[in-house]
């Protein structure tokens, strides 16, 4: 029988609340989303003043890194410039580029995916990567 892993709403929340409290009076409003190992939201989270946009940016680079198991950054850089190709050749609308994406792992398998939207993209990744950290799997 096929089993699978995925994160749930316990390690998301943790991942939220470690997020919310690295903010700065200098960040903007920020737009968060984890999803599973299918790119399903388990969070959605967005703050007054984030426009909704960023809502939906989060939700392609959880959705992205989740399916494709990998960094949203790291699909950019070894899979769209460095072999030239277009998010097209994926064929699914909600892949995205845009840097702020981090697959979730435990043990090895990609259990999830995490990520940030409303900052510069080094931001976004750097806070989704606390987040990622304060949910303490292996």
Known sequence: MFQRESIGIEEAEKAR????????????PIALVIA???GVPVLLYRE???PARML???RAKAYTSA??????????????????????DWGDPMITSLQGGIAIRNNGNVVGGISMSGNTT???EA???????AMGLK
């Open 17 to 28: 609340d470690s997020i919310l409290g690295a903010l700065t009076n200098t960040d903007n």
């Open 36 to 38: 599973d190992d299918r």
């Open 48 to 50: 007054d003043g984030a």
């Open 56 to 58: 939906r940016r989060a």
């Open 67 to 88: 399916n494709l198991g990998v960094n949203t950054v790291d699909f950019r850089d070894n899979e769209i410039k460095a072999k030239n190709r277009t998010l097209n």
């Open 122 to 124: 080094i931001r976004d």
């Open 127 to 133: 806070l989704a990567q606390i987040g990622l950290d």
